[in-house]
């Protein structure tokens, strides 16, 4: 493996399709949890929506714990195959297992022993996803240093992350999510959720080892760990120092409202589909397969966007047109300027909406793992260690909480809205439906702003990192 000194030879596109590709476990993951968890588990398995949300928030917490102590043994990890590869080729049999226990819950347990489960299978696909997601996030760092160039190869990680999720939802409502005889809502069958447990972990292992595999020929040229061996005294400060960086607390900062935003929303977007707009399960796979369009603007737009206006301004404008869009038709239905349920014009309106929405969503997402990317040599100009993976476990922690918090959010939601379970749709109050629509348009809205207020303060531009690298191979050649 290489110093400090050695550049890595320019990536070919199967190296950054093989980078980008595992990418898409997380993308089958974060779906279902956002998507469909909650429904599932309330609605078809039957517990209550606090606690499936206090569930996934239990698992949260443990990953706070062990997703940065994965990132410093990554950081630390010594082996022929180097520093990642060993902990991304481990985790594709159990990610895929654990994903799969998920969607197959035992049946005639207690709410309390449901309880019990779903937060230790949670624990354990979070805990060995991150196993995988951490080293493989890491990595992007090592594969280039370009300032823009990492912004491309961010929108491969990210076109797999979404185009994985949108195809296994698309097959979800079409094909998995079919009624019964037994079961009338396509939203409720239970054998539904199992299909796609089964069908998303065998992706997942197959993407996994795939990725592992592309990027093996490139280890000869990633950086080796630091030769001195850290204590766990030493490890700390580390990981407290990485975790404390200037440019990295506004981006963590960002990352959480950005998720709790995003979280929230996916996590009742099945809901307000459903009970608040009438949709059914052909035209809820119509809004997801309109996210393939917003998914391939954004990949062709960033670029030149984040060239134009700097990856911080563009980002801040794209984040100040997400609840924009993606509030203003609750907004007005609510103020009763939105067309009803029964008018022919609500689907494609809608329809546009989300597609806009979406994709500027999506361009933040790229920018946000890219302007991460970037404080990699801000910490090492500073503290001499790179602590690449600690940094991806601090953004990957922060990915997750798309899920927990969003989760957790909606069922305190649903709760306070007082929303019964076992809803059939056109059955249920409607002032129950828009009540929650009353709470959630504001609280969304707070949250982006939160993510705005956090962005501003980020300061690394092309400039100053073209400024960092210079100092970092000036510090090489006098070292050298």
């Known amino acids: ?170 097959l979800t409502f079409q094909l998995f ?95 307000f589909n459903t009970f608040f707009w009438g949709f059914g399960p052909d035209q809820v796979s119509l809004f997801v397969l309109a996210q393939f369009g917003s998914s391939a603007l954004a990949i062709w737009f960033t670029g030149p966007l984040s060239r134009r206006l700097g990856k911080r301004d563009a980002a801040i404008l794209c984040k100040l047109l997400v609840p924009t869009l993606g509030l203003s038709p609750i907004a007005l239905r609510l103020l009763g300027l939105f067309p009803d349920n029964d008018s022919v014009l609500l689907l494609p309106i809608m329809l546009c909406f989300h597609l806009l929405s979406v994709t500027f969503a999506s361009i933040v997402a790229i920018l946000h793992g890219s302007l991460s990317a970037d404080i990699v040599e801000d910490q090492e100009l500073k503290t001499g260690r790179r602590s690449e993976g600690v940094m991806a476990a601090a953004s990957i922690f922060v990915a997750k909480t798309t899920s927990g918090i969003g989760i957790f959010a909606s069922s305190l939601l649903l709760g306070l809205v007082g929303f019964p379970e076992g809803a059939v749709p056109g059955q249920v109050d409607e002032a129950i439906v828009r009540n929650l629509a009353f709470v959630f348009v504001p609280t969304v809205f707070l949250m982006h702003a939160g993510a705005v207020a956090f962005i501003l303060r980020y300061r690394i531009t092309s400039e100053s990192h073209a400024a960092t690298v210079a100092a970092l191979a000036a510090r090489a050649g006098t070292q050298g």
């Not at 493996?1 to 199967?14: E, F, N, V, Y």
């Not at 609605?43 to 996934?56: C, D, E, F, K």
């Not at 972990?201 to 197959?206: K, N, T």
């Open 1 to 170: 493996m290489s110093d400090a000194r050695t550049p890595p030879p320019p990536l070919s596109r199967g190296a950054k399709f093989s980078y980008g590709i595992g990418a898409t476990a997380l993308g089958l993951k974060d779906n279902g949890f956002s998507y469909l968890l909650l429904l599932f588990y309330n609605q078809v398995v039957g517990l209550p929506a606090a606690t499936v949300g206090l569930a996934i928030m239990i698992a949260l917490m443990v990953d706070a714990v062990l997703d940065p102590i994965i990132g410093q043994l990554s950081d630390n990890w010594r082996s022929r195959w180097g520093r990642r590869h060993p902990f991304m080729y481990f985790a594709a049999a159990p990610v895929a297992l654990s994903y799969l226990l998920l969607w197959h819950p035992p049946l005639g347990w207690s709410d309390e022993g449901l309880f019990v489960y779903l937060i230790v299978v949670s624990v354990l696909i979070r805990t060995f996803l991150s196993l995988f997601e951490i080293p493989s996030a890491a990595l992007a760092p090592e594969l280039t240093s370009d300032y823009h160039g990492r912004t491309a190869l961010m929108s491969y990680r990210a076109g797999f992350n979404w185009y994985g999720g949108l195809i296994m939802s698309i």
């Open 177 to 271: 999510l079919q009624p019964s005889a037994e079961q009338p809502v396509a939203q409720l069958n239970a054998a539904g959720y199992a299909t796609y447990g089964n069908v998303s972990a065998a992706v997942m292992f197959i993407v996994i080892l795939i990725s592992a595999l592309g990027t093996h020929s490139r280890i000869p040229w990633l950086r080796s760990p630091p030769p001195q061996r850290l204590g766990a005294r030493r490890a700390l400060k580390e990981m407290f120092s990485v975790m404390t960086n200037r440019a990295l607390v506004p981006i963590l900062g960002a990352g959480v409202c950005n998720a709790m935003a995003y979280g929230l929303s996916v996590a009742l977007s099945l809901y």
